[in-house]
């Protein structure tokens, strides 16, 4: 049987409208819509080879064999790549990220999404969009997102069949630069699938998720009328939401580090300046500061200053996946 590898390659995006809890966490479908930008400048590569004479899937990444957990979910991807596809061989998997490993940047998003397509490929068989999304899914939420460029919703529903993410506009009808502080390079301690688990432990989840709607739906408006202040509002506020879920759950989680808290207050700060930024915090510590082209040389320059940032890494509005 031929063998052939197949080479794809996709961006991370971070959530202006976060999803955090899932309705069904076995096939990952999440709680409430969420929406995203695709972040280029940051990719993932990946290289998938089925071959007959392998005896398990095989995985490194950046060069390295990562740690069981890392392994064993990759391989679970993989049964359900055969699955979708028909292939039976075990799979060769290499895995690079141009940014730094264990930067704290989720790198799920743009793994998950460069697998399902370099999979797809690899067993030969072609899948529109919306399925690549739906299974991408399968191997993180967030990757669902990664499947496209630009701006990108992501369905919640009731059944696997119907959530997958659809593209709301396409990277050129507005160019953001994401700064990312990084302040802490360590692994976080609680992955975001543990954390999906406890998101209804919260009292405040149902609030969080009923409010979603309206947040999607300002979050939509702004970006489709290039509205910088509407965005950074509904932005702000339902990053800030889904913490103070994550600050109220059994057990509780604090992602946030004392430097976190200083970057979101100076981006505060430069915003009442009158700068056009804002900030957005995932499940770690680090801080995406969103800005427009015309603030990003007075924002790096601040958040530069700001004690306990270790790096800033760029990224800005990115393209939709390449496959080889
Ligand atoms: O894709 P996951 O399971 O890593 O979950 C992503 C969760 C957040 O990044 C915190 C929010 C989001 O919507 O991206």
């Not at 109220?248 to 505060?268: F, G, H």
């Amino acid at each position: 049987m031929e063998t052939h590898t197949a080479q794809a390659s996709a961006h991370p995006n971070i959530a202006f409208i976060k999803y955090w809890g899932n309705r069904n966490d076995a096939l990952r479908i999440p709680a409430n819509d969420s929406l995203s930008m695709t972040l280029g400048g940051l990719t993932t590569t990946t290289n998938v080879t089925f071959d007959a004479e392998l005896a398990s899937d095989e995985f490194l990444l950046d060069g390295k064999e990562p740690g069981a957990a890392a392994r064993e979910r990759v391989a679970a991807h993989l049964d359900l790549m055969r699955l979708e596809t028909g292939e039976t061989r075990f799979a060769r998997v290499e895995s690079m990220n141009s940014f730094p490993a264990g930067a704290g940047i989720a790198s799920s998003a743009s793994a998950f999404a460069a697998l399902t397509i370099a999979a797809a490929s690899a067993a030969d068989v072609q899948f529109d969009p919306r399925t690549l999304s739906r299974l991408a899914r399968r191997g993180s939420g967030s990757a669902a997102r990664s499947i496209l460029g630009g701006y990108v919703q992501l369905h919640a529903a009731d059944e696997d069949e119907f959530s997958y993410a659809e593209s709301i506009a396409p990277r050129e009808h507005w160019r953001l630069i994401d700064l990312i502080a990084v302040v802490d390079r360590t692994h976080k301690q609680t992955g975001s699938t543990r954390g999906h688990q406890t998101a209804s432990s919260s009292p405040l989840q149902t609030a969080r998720v009923a409010d979603a709607g309206r947040r999607l739906e300002a979050c939509r408006t702004a970006i489709t009328a290039r509205d910088f202040a509407h965005l950074a509002h509904v932005a702000e506020q339902d990053s800030n939401m889904m913490h103070a879920v994550m600050l109220t759950s059994s057990p509780p989680l604090l992602y946030w580090a004392p430097a976190s808290l200083s970057v979101m207050r100076r981006v505060n700060e430069l915003r009442q300046d009158g700068l056009d930024v804002f900030y957005s915090v995932d499940a770690g510590p680090n801080v995406h500061c969103l800005c427009t082209p015309d603030a990003a040389r007075e924002v790096l320059s601040a958040l530069g200053q700001v004690p306990g940032v270790a790096e800033i890494l760029h990224a800005e509005t990115g393209a939709p996946p390449t496959c080889t």
